[in-house]
């Protein structure tokens, strides 16, 4: 044979070898990830197990977390609740004091209101009374005035019919 045919038939049974080894080697691979499916399934299964306690032992600390956060929640709402009070009890006995004393202000503002009410009264009826007074004392003032100048008058006339003939 020539060497074209033998390197040709070299390559075709190279092919078929090739094929028949293409075909071996799915067949081990098949075989191995059986075997591998086989070695991890049990893994996978154990791993899901962990996870799964894993999830258990989260929801369980985060259920605890929660009713310990409620807990505290409920227990500075408490304490909030009997701060307010506290601090509204404290504010009526400051501010119980300082009502009674406004109204006691109040009560003595009005009669000095009153009182001044009163001494106003007074002042005009003594303004009053005054002014009259002035005034009669003035027109008796003017009236006695009137009659010293008259007689003055008459004085000096009689002076001069004297003193001048």
Aim: hydrophobic share 40%; charged share 40%.
């Amino acid at each position: 044979m020539d060497k074209e045919m033998r390197e040709y038939l070299d390559q075709k049974l190279l092919v078929l070898a090739t094929k028949d080894d293409v075909e071996k080697l799915r067949q081990e691979s098949k075989a191995n990830l059986r075997q591998l499916r086989e070695q991890i399934n049990p893994i996978q299964e154990e791993m899901k197990r962990e996870l799964q306690k894993f999830r258990e032992e989260i929801l369980s600390v985060l259920d605890q977390s929660n009713r310990a956060l409620d807990l505290s929640v409920q227990r500075i709402n408490e304490e909030g609740a009997a701060q307010v009070i506290q601090w509204r009890e404290e504010f009526k006995a400051v501010i119980e004091p300082l009502r009674e004393e406004v109204y006691r202000l109040k009560q003595q503002v009005k009669q000095v209101g009153e009182e001044f009410a009163a001494l106003d009264g007074k002042i005009k009826e003594g303004f009053t009374e005054v002014k009259e007074e002035l005034g009669s004392m003035i027109k008796f003032s003017y009236a006695d005035l009137e009659k010293r100048f008259n007689a003055l008058e008459a004085r000096v006339k009689s002076l001069e019919k004297m003193v001048l003939p």
